[in-house]
């Protein structure tokens, strides 16, 4: 085998080399389950990235599992969607995809087991009822008065509900468990409820649905899972999953633990918030390069390789934290500067004319597709009289730190010549639109005699390059922490989408979709989804360097 890189270690892969170790199991079974009721984001990505880690790392295997028990928030979409976002983070998933609908008649049946052991009653009490008999964090709460229905007759209103005969908040199958427990979950849960919902992937046979906490377990159970990794907000939780496991006839005890949610500055990671940036148009859509989704990072230029980079570079704990965005640009930016092709961009265009180049010529010359490596090798870039810098990179005047160029000091264009400013030309309000120079043609791929330049700018053939719009992204939040905030969405960033337009050099025009650059001295930028040969769009991944962490500078 050629794996040699060393294996990640965090507490659960402890637990599972002890259990290796005493025997407990000989192999490992994993599972992802999300609830197709949505896109994946960046949580889920370190949930995949640790589940189906272990399962390639000890040689065992990884469910995917959609845990679609609430048919009315989900559909197909989200089933595709999820689906192709596995995929594309690079993890095969054990045999077919599992759906815990794919056992709705199993969970039905251990549902009447547990009637018949007396487990289970069904409460005809009305949700506010059930409410206000639960108790509070100090308080026990009271029995409901159908909790000692004797178990023939919660049968018969089982089979009752599950014909369609009960209307929907009329009744529900409870667990009898404890009415005084300081578990709140474990307060006679509901663990079925009446609900005339059309599913996508049982259709209308069932107007029962049974609730996460008695599907999960079981469906761990039923498909042989030995870890069940999940976050910490199901710690409490653990108590009714080991209580089902144990009171049903099932031989298979599956374990439960759990790690830290992975949260992001500047964002917010959970899917009903997303949903609502998505459907009150807050955003342009669930792949949005500004979205904290796998799709939106997609197309904002993100590779698998990063994301699972930075899931690598974060861990697994059990201690809530906030993650910094800046560990996840880096993970794309260290991987980029390596291997993308450099290019030439203008972003902010003004016109410079050569007034002693030739009208007519086009000069085809070598740029190396990258700095330090050669085997990327180069392209060609036309050379004409008029050209494209960034407006920055000239001011009339300057003092010495100003590295470009002025009307006093020369430059050079990068993969070219050196050119000095004769004269500018301006518009009304005074900025300059035109600079003219005079080349000395003496400079290809050395030094002038004399009048030796300092800068080197980047620059795009007026004639030859082609206009392109470029999508400029910033933080989709002004408050490191959204989510905290009351109304999180009135936080979001008016200026994380800026939109340019500028030219970029002609090879550009042949790139494909998500394809991506360093465009020289602006960014890592990729080809949009939505880019076509006629409209160039680009989307900026992530600026050269870390320009947050240089505030205060
Ligand atoms: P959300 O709050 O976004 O709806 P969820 O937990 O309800 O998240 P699921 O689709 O049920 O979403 O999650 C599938 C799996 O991904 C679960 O095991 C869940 O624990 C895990 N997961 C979800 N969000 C995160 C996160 N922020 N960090 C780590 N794991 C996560
Ligand atoms: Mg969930």
Same mark, same amino acid.
């Not at 300092?454 to 922490?481: C, M, Q």
């Given at each position: 085998?050629?794996?040699?890189?060393?294996?990640?270690?965090?507490?659960?892969?402890?637990?599972?080399?002890?259990?290796?170790?005493?025997?407990?199991?000989?192999?490992?079974?994993?599972?992802?389950?999300?609830?197709?009721?949505?896109?994946?984001?960046?949580?889920?990505?370190?949930?995949?990235?640790?589940?189906?880690?272990?399962?390639?790392?000890?040689?065992?295997?990884?469910?995917?599992?959609?845990?679609?028990?609430?048919?009315?928030?989900?559909?197909?979409?989200?089933?595709?969607?999820?689906?192709?976002?596995?995929?594309?983070?690079?993890?095969?998933?054990?045999?077919?995809?599992?759906?815990?609908?794919?056992?709705?008649?199993?969970?039905?049946?251990?549902?009447?087991?547990?009637?018949?052991?007396?487990?289970?009653?069904?409460?005809?009490?009305?949700?506010?009822?059930?409410?206000?008999?639960?108790?509070?964090?100090?308080?026990?709460?009271?029995?409901?008065?159908?909790?000692?229905?004797?178990?023939?007759?919660?049968?018969?209103?089982?089979?009752?509900?599950?014909?369609?005969?009960?209307?929907?908040?009329?009744?529900?199958?409870?667990?009898?468990?404890?009415?005084?427990?300081?578990?709140?979950?474990?307060?006679?849960?509901?663990?079925?409820?009446?609900?005339?919902?059309?599913?996508?992937?049982?259709?209308?046979?069932?107007?029962?649905?049974?609730?996460?906490?008695?599907?999960?377990?079981?469906?761990?159970?039923?498909?042989?899972?030995?870890?069940?990794?999940?976050?910490?907000?199901?710690?409490?939780?653990?108590?009714?999953?080991?209580?089902?496991?144990?009171?049903?006839?099932?031989?298979?005890?599956?374990?439960?633990?759990?790690?830290?949610?992975?949260?992001?500055?500047?964002?917010?990671?959970?899917?009903?918030?997303?949903?609502?940036?998505?459907?009150?148009?807050?955003?342009?859509?669930?792949?949005?390069?500004?979205?904290?989704?796998?799709?939106?990072?997609?197309?904002?230029?993100?590779?698998?390789?990063?994301?699972?980079?930075?899931?690598?570079?974060?861990?697994?704990?059990?201690?809530?934290?906030?993650?910094?965005?800046?560990?996840?640009?880096?993970?794309?930016?260290?991987?980029?500067?390596?291997?993308?092709?450099?290019?030439?961009?203008?972003?902010?265009?003004?016109? +410079?004319?050569?007034?002693?180049?030739?009208?007519?010529?086009?000069?085809?010359?070598?740029? =190396?597709?990258? =700095?330090?490596?050669?085997?990327?090798?180069?392209?060609?870039?036309?050379?004409?009289?008029?050209?494209?810098?960034?407006?920055?990179?000239?001011?009339?005047?300057?003092?010495?730190?100003?590295?470009?160029?002025? /009307?006093?000091?020369?430059?050079? /264009?990068?993969?070219?010549?050196?050119?000095?400013?004769?004269?500018?030309?301006?518009?009304?309000?005074?900025?300059?639109?035109?600079?003219?120079?005079?080349?000395?043609?003496?400079? /290809?791929?050395?030094?002038?005699?004399?009048?030796? +330049?300092?800068?080197?700018?980047?620059?795009?053939?007026?004639?030859?390059?082609?206009?392109?719009?470029?999508? /400029?992204?910033?933080?989709?939040?002004?408050?490191?922490?959204?989510?905290?905030?009351?109304?999180?969405?009135?936080?979001?960033?008016?200026?994380?989408?800026?939109? +340019?337009?500028?030219?970029?050099?002609?090879?550009?025009?042949?790139?494909?979709?998500?394809?991506?650059?360093?465009?020289?001295?602006?960014?890592?930028?990729?080809?949009?989804?939505?880019?076509?040969?006629?409209?160039?769009?680009?989307?900026?991944?992530?600026?050269?360097?870390?320009?947050?962490?240089?505030?205060?500078?």
């Amino acid at each position: 085998m050629a794996e040699t890189a060393p294996r990640p270690t965090n507490f659960i892969r402890q637990i599972i080399d002890k259990d290796l170790a005493s025997g407990l199991h000989t192999k490992v079974a994993t599972r992802f389950p999300p609830e197709p009721n949505g896109y994946l984001h960046m949580g889920h990505a370190k949930s995949i990235c640790l589940n189906f880690g272990i399962a390639e790392d000890y040689q065992g295997t990884c469910n995917l599992r959609f845990d679609d028990t609430n048919p009315e928030k989900e559909n197909i979409d989200f089933v595709n969607s999820i689906k192709h976002d596995v995929h594309w983070l690079g993890f095969e998933w054990n045999g077919d995809v599992r759906y815990s609908s794919d056992y709705f008649d199993r969970l039905y049946a251990y549902a009447c087991e547990l009637i018949e052991k007396g487990l289970a009653y069904v409460d005809f009490s009305s949700p506010e009822q059930v409410r206000e008999l639960r108790g509070t964090l100090t308080e026990p709460g009271q029995n409901s008065p159908y909790r000692d229905t004797a178990p023939e007759e919660n049968l018969a209103h089982f089979e009752k509900m599950k014909a369609g005969e009960y209307k929907e908040g009329t009744c529900s199958l409870r667990a009898k468990i404890d009415m005084a427990s300081p578990f709140m979950c474990m307060r006679d849960p509901v663990i079925y409820r009446v609900k005339f919902a059309h599913h996508h992937q049982t259709g209308d046979k069932w107007c029962i649905y049974p609730m996460y906490d008695f599907t999960h377990c079981i469906s761990d159970a039923i498909e042989g899972i030995t870890h069940s990794l999940c976050t910490l907000e199901f710690q409490d939780n653990r108590r009714l999953y080991d209580w089902v496991i144990e009171n049903i006839s099932i031989d298979c005890t599956p374990r439960q633990y759990e790690f830290s949610r992975l949260n992001l500055e500047y964002t917010v990671l959970s899917k009903r918030k997303l949903i609502l940036l998505v459907d009150e148009k807050h955003v342009n859509g669930w792949d949005d390069p500004r979205m904290p989704t796998i799709a939106g990072i997609r197309r904002r230029g993100y590779t698998p390789a990063s994301i699972r980079e930075f899931c690598k570079r974060i861990g697994v704990t059990k201690m809530d934290n906030m993650v910094e965005m800046s560990m996840l640009e880096a993970c794309i930016r260290d991987e980029l500067n390596q291997n993308a092709p450099r290019r030439m961009a203008v972003l902010d265009p003004i016109k +410079v004319v050569i007034e002693n180049y030739p009208d007519d010529k086009i000069e085809w010359l070598d740029a =190396p597709n990258h =700095p330090n490596d050669e085997n990327m090798g180069a392209r060609k870039i036309p050379m004409t009289r008029e050209v494209y810098i960034e407006a920055e990179d000239f001011r009339e005047s300057a003092n010495k730190k100003f590295k470009r160029m002025t /009307l006093d000091k020369g430059v050079r /264009l990068r993969n070219s010549y050196c050119i000095y400013a004769d004269r500018v030309e301006k518009d009304a309000e005074g900025n300059v639109t035109t600079v003219y120079c005079h080349y000395d043609p003496d400079t /290809l791929g050395k030094d002038p005699v004399e009048n030796k +330049v300092k800068g080197v700018i980047h620059w795009v053939s007026a004639s030859e390059g082609k206009p392109a719009r470029f999508n /400029l992204y910033d933080r989709l939040f002004t408050h490191p922490n959204p989510a905290a905030q009351e109304d999180f969405a009135a936080t979001i960033n008016p200026e994380s989408l800026i939109m +340019v337009n500028g030219f970029v050099e002609p090879e550009l025009s042949k790139g494909e979709a998500l394809e991506r650059f360093q465009f020289e001295r602006t960014g890592y930028f990729c080809i949009d989804t939505e880019s076509s040969q006629e409209k160039l769009v680009f989307n900026r991944t992530v600026e050269l360097r870390d320009t947050w962490a240089k505030i205060g500078d």
